[in-house]
């Protein structure tokens, strides 16, 4: 298995190639100008005059590199990108690295947290469905998780923002502590109380989007496995209808759960986005939408690179996952 996930990560050098091109050409066809985003500010009123306007203006994007043909821009920004600096934003003036150093922690935290949770429960509530399919445990869930998966997360957020922060104020429905979870101040219980119930909307909103989906895929993957022949000989042995269920037929179920599962990880980061701008959650998500708002290019392809790395490296995951789950797949 070793040598496979070596020779995909060979393998992913190219496209990971391709996709920075069509990135950051897409990225130049954008509207605006940033070399005026980076030129000084003007507090004398000197750039009235345009001689000494086209002149800042020059030294700007010499100083930046955009004087330089694309595709001389392209190798100066890959070469810089290999090498860890992702560039300066024009908005907070800071280096790219530690403008997103504690958003990429907060997401992580809120991203992980809400898959793990979602699989727990699509894993319980598909398996119970399709063990009772007809009855009304069954059809309950069915139509939850059809709610939940026809419900724009946008509108998921509003109703939880209405009904637990504005009328019961159990949770805060736009706030952040003014540091990451992973330095509070002095370490004290209460502000990771205080973080936990920031967390508590926001993953609620991300894991009713995705169990709605994933249990569906369980309970069908689950119906399907039980109504083969194996199982059936199994029963007439008199194997234990627990043992049959999660022994026999839940492993089989998983492979197609692997793939929504390992597809919703890519998918729940690009969602996350409109989840963390609903909640005013300084997450990457959020921060990928400000910088589209204002422009602040070197923050929105570093971001975009790192949701393209997380889709590449699900569809690994889902590939050696379909090995764990079933041995009769081979890795070569």
Do not use: C
Request: net charge positive; hydrophobic share 50%.
């Amino acid at each position: 298995m070793l040598k496979y996930i070596v020779k995909r990560l060979i393998a992913l050098i190219p496209v990971v190639f391709i996709i920075s091109i069509v990135l950051f050409g897409m990225l130049k066809a954008m509207p605006g100008d940033p070399v005026l985003r980076h030129m000084p500010i003007d507090e004398t009123g000197t750039y009235n005059d345009p001689v000494i306007f086209d002149r800042v203006y020059a030294e700007t994007a010499a100083r930046l590199g955009y004087d330089q043909p694309i595709p001389v821009q392209y190798v100066r920004w890959a070469q810089r990108t290999l090498q860890g600096n992702f560039g300066n934003s024009t908005q907070y003036v800071r280096p790219v690295v530690d403008v997103v150093a504690n958003p990429l922690r907060n997401s992580l935290i809120l991203n992980i947290g809400s898959t793990i949770l979602a699989f727990l429960i699509s894993i319980v509530i598909g398996i119970k469905s399709a063990v009772r399919q007809g009855k009304l445990y069954d059809r309950f869930w069915q139509v939850m998780s059809m709610i939940g998966y026809s419900l724009p997360t946008f509108f998921i957020a509003m109703i939880l923002i209405f009904v637990f922060a504005q009328k019961l104020g159990w949770f805060p429905s736009a706030s952040m502590p003014p540091t990451s979870i992973f330095r509070g101040e002095n370490g004290d219980i209460a502000y990771f109380l205080e973080w936990a119930r920031i967390l508590v909307l926001p993953t609620i909103t991300l894991t009713i989007g995705s169990f709605a989906s994933t249990s569906r895929y369980v309970r069908n993957a689950m119906i399907e496995s039980l109504s083969q022949d194996y199982i059936r000989t199994a029963r007439s042995k008199g194997v234990s209808e627990r043992k049959v269920v999660y022994s026999h037929a839940f492993r089989n179920a998983l492979i197609p759960v692997v793939t929504v599962v390992a597809w919703g990880i890519a998918g729940m980061f690009g969602g996350a986005a409109i989840t963390e701008r609903m909640f005013s959650f300084e997450g990457i998500g959020n921060y990928l939408i400000t910088g589209v708002i204002n422009k602040d290019y070197d923050v929105v392809l570093a971001m975009n690179m790192f949701y393209t790395l997380i889709a590449l490296s699900a569809n690994m995951v889902m590939d050696v996952g379909y090995a764990l789950v079933d041995p009769r797949i081979r890795l070569d």
